[in-house]
């Protein structure tokens, strides 16, 4: 059964540090775009990053760029975001997603339930 499992979220003052994980299952690191999605209470779901398995490489928009960057483990089939100088605008359910890379989430098949990021003082 694919499975998308989110790890690593909570509660933190502004200004401190994060890092979310998502852990594949039957799915490889290797064959899929892995984007992580955020959606604020009352917005809409946006992207704010998406990493290549199979290029490694990341791609992050723009409103987090230079505070957001991923990583990815093949050996552990897991991506992970690393989340630092967080701002209070940073708080929502945080997705990760396996799929084509983009920040447009039409772009993925498969999603996890989410994990819930709170920035506040």
């Known amino acids: 059964q694919v499975q998308l499992v989110e790890s690593g979220g909570g509660l933190v003052q502004p200004g401190e540090s994060l890092t979310l994980s998502c852990t594949l299952s039957?799915?490889?690191?290797?064959?899929?775009?892995i984007g992580w999605f955020r959606q604020a209470p009352g917005k809409e779901r946006e992207g704010v990053s998406w990493f290549s398995g199979p290029g490694g490489t990341s791609h992050i928009a723009e409103v987090v760029k230079g505070r957001f960057t991923m990583s990815g483990d093949r050996a552990k089939n897991t991506v992970n975001l690393h989340m630092v100088d967080l701002l209070p605008e940073d708080t929502a359910v945080y997705y990760c997603?396996?799929?084509?890379?983009?920040?447009?989430?039409?772009?993925?098949?498969?999603w996890g339930q989410g994990t819930q990021v709170t920035v506040s003082a």
């Open positions: 997603a396996a799929g084509r890379g983009s920040l447009d989430a039409v772009w993925y098949d498969y």
């Open positions: 039957e799915l490889r690191l290797n064959d899929y775009a």
